[in-house]
């Protein structure tokens, strides 16, 4: 199930952002629309890829490094070593601030974003996403406005999604002793923990239960909620 779910997200991605490229008039409202929708589909991409580091993709370790790399990739160019490194010592070392290569001492919302970009930009993937744009543009003759409203902007929208959600809400200060993991958690409301980042907001669930896929967070909120209530 993971993988199904994990290759649609990926062949949504790919297919919206060619039907927008290629046959969507760029209008007032139309740019609005489907840049959010690509943003939100970009979102699904680097939660796939971070679903492909905790090996919850498939069973197979194999398949999720090459969906995580696949997904990375298309997200921003994103190397998908880098990422599992950084993760990984995110969960080993959340909200410290030495530590955790996603947490920021300041608690300050553009300068914790800024140093979060900042750690995962590369040269290479400058690199690979000037060449791409320039391909688009020069080869296939996309106009250049539509590159930047249907495919940049949208990575852009996903990585304030995923940073907004998933790593300031969650990690802010201050952190006290009834958050395990130094991780909040956005209030029980399925609907808006799916659109808002892929239950993504239920971030000390997450935390508790590193091994639960994107999609199955929100029985982990449901239990600790029925158990709270208890």
């Known amino acids: 199930m993971g993988l199904g779910i994990a290759v649609t997200i990926i062949s949504l991605w790919v297919l919206h952002l060619v039907w927008t490229l290629g046959y969507v008039e760029l209008t007032l409202a ?26 919850v993709v498939s069973p197979v370790q194999r398949t999720n490094t090459y969906i995580g790399t696949v997904a990375s990739f298309l997200f921003a160019g994103l190397s998908y ?7 990984h010592k995110h969960h080993a070392h959340p909200a410290d601030d030495a530590a955790d290569p996603d947490y920021h001492p300041s608690n300050n919302y553009i300068v914790w974003f800024a140093s ?12 690979i996403m000037g060449t791409v744009f320039n391909l688009l543009k020069l080869v296939l003759g996309i106009p250049e406005p539509k590159l930047w409203v249907f495919w ?5 929208i996903g990585a304030m999604q ?19 993991h ?3 958690s956005m209030k029980l409301n399925h609907a ?8 993504f907001g239920y971030h000390s669930e ?6 639960t896929p994107w999609w199955g967070l929100w029985k982990v909120k449901e239990a600790r909620s029925q158990s709270d209530l208890s």
Do not use: E
């Open 30 to 55: 139309s740019g609005i629309i489907h840049a959010l929708v690509q943003g939100y589909l970009s979102t699904g991409l680097f939660i796939t890829a971070h679903d492909a580091i905790h090996g």
């Open 81 to 87: 070593t880098r990422l599992y490194q950084n993760h």
């Open 162 to 180: 995923l940073f907004t959600i998933g790593t300031f809400l969650p990690h802010r200060k201050p952190h006290s002793a009834d958050m395990p």
């Open 206 to 211: 997450h935390h508790l239960s590193p091994g």
């Open 116 to 127: 979060f970009m900042w750690r995962y930009a590369t040269v290479s993937q400058f690199l």
């Open 192 to 199: 808006l923990a799916m659109l808002s980042c892929y239950f």
């Open 182 to 184: 130094n991780a909040r």
């Open 152 to 156: 940049i902007i949208p990575a852009f």
